[in-house]
């Protein structure tokens, strides 16, 4: 029996879990298929005080430094939840081991809205992306598409012009409304980034004949565009499937602190109402954190 699970080993996750293990408690993460969650995707991380390295990097330290005071992290995910606070909350996994917690931390955080076009699901890991650090490598020297208009299509895009020779940026808006200036300043200072507002995509399909790959990208208006890749940055939905039918949820899956039942808490971009941003992830689970203690220690 731990006295802490946490779901995910996002910025959240691990900041619950160092001040759970800090604070004596028998903590344990389960961090899902892999370290840090989005956060580990960013190759250059500006925005979070104090660190200039990488997202993964950033993910490391935190691991280590909850390890230090006794957090056990294991990679695998949760397949479903039952049980409450007076008897325990199981968590059953995908790796077929069952753990036991008298409180909950949920930080599974998001993952990126998949593209519904055709084509979209078929070419996925054949020219659609929603990872342009995993996959931007493959695509130096080529022409990309990015499409999404906010800070991670921009960072996207971003990334990507120091690979590929023509990267496309693909929005239905008539500008990037949502994103943050210095990132519009940036990707207008680029050469080699073209901005397509006001366009939507209706088909990606593979180029006939083509021996490299290609792809033939169609707008919503008619046109084409030949392109070797495409990287989708939509917008995110919480990582909550697992959950049962009776913990309450928003349109995108996330969940409301109040809604919880007793000895269950929630951090990170799960949370409802919240900026996806490390910083405000990390402090929703230092509170997720301190309030699983303070539940613990009422009931010692």
Known sequence: MYDVIILGSGPAGLTAALYAARANKKTLVLGGDRLGGQMAGIAVLENYPGWAGSGMELAEFMKKQCETFGAIVKFTSAKNISGDADNGFTVNCDNGQEYTGKTLIIATGASPRKLDIEGARELMGRGVSYCATCDGFFYSGKTVIVMGGGNSALNDALYLADLAKTVKIIYRKSEFFRAEAILRERVA???????????????????????????????????????????????????????????????????????????????????SELKMQIATAVGTGCTAGMDAIAFLNSRA
């Open 189 to 271: 200072a680029r050469k080699n980034i073209e901005c397509l507002f006001n366009t939507d995509l209706a088909k990606i399909a593979p180029k006939p004949d083509s021996a490299d790959g290609e792809l033939i990208v169609t707008t919503t208006d008619g046109n084409e565009i030949v392109a070797d890749g495409v990287f989708v940055a939509i917008g995110h939905e919480a990582n909550t499937d697992y959950l049962t039918e009776n913990i309450k949820r928003d349109g995108m899956g996330r969940l409301a602190p109040t809604a919880l039942p007793a000895g269950m808490f929630v951090a990170g971009d799960v949370h």
